[in-house]
C-alpha cells in the first residue's frame, strides 16, 4: 500500500485548463477564467495607482502595489472631515 495522496496516481497530475476562447488565457480554476472574461479581457485595468501611471485589474494588487512602491508617501484621504 502506497503512502501518497489519496485518489492520486504516482504518475503526474494533469489539471484541466480553462482556456479563454478571445485572448488564449489559460487558468486552473473556472472562476478564475469568469473573473478574466468579465473584468480583464480585452479592457483597460480599472483601477489607477494616485502616486503614479501603474494601472491593476484588481483592487488588491494595486493596494500591494502602494504598500511596496510607495510606503514613504503620505496616506490617502477617501472622506471629507466636517
Known amino acids: 500500500m502506497g503512502y ?5 496516481s504516482s504518475s503526474k497530475t494533469r489539471w484541466t485548463l480553462h482556456e479563454c476562447g478571445d485572448c488564449g488565457n ?3 480554476h473556472k472562476g478564475s477564467l469568469q ?3 468579465k473584468y480583464e ?3 483597460q485595468p480599472s483601477f489607477k495607482c494616485p ?7 484588481q483592487k488588491h494588487n494595486l493596494l500591494l502595489h502602494e504598500r511596496h512602491l510607495h510606503k514613504d508617501l503620505p496616506e490617502k484621504v ?5
Request: net charge positive.
Open 51 to 57: 502616486y503614479c501611471v501603474y494601472r491593476a485589474y
Open 35 to 37: 473573473r478574466h472574461m
Open 41 to 43: 479581457c480585452r479592457k
Open 4 to 8: 501518497g495522496t489519496p485518489g492520486l
Open 78 to 82: 477617501d472622506f471629507v472631515s466636517e
Open 26 to 28: 489559460k487558468y486552473k
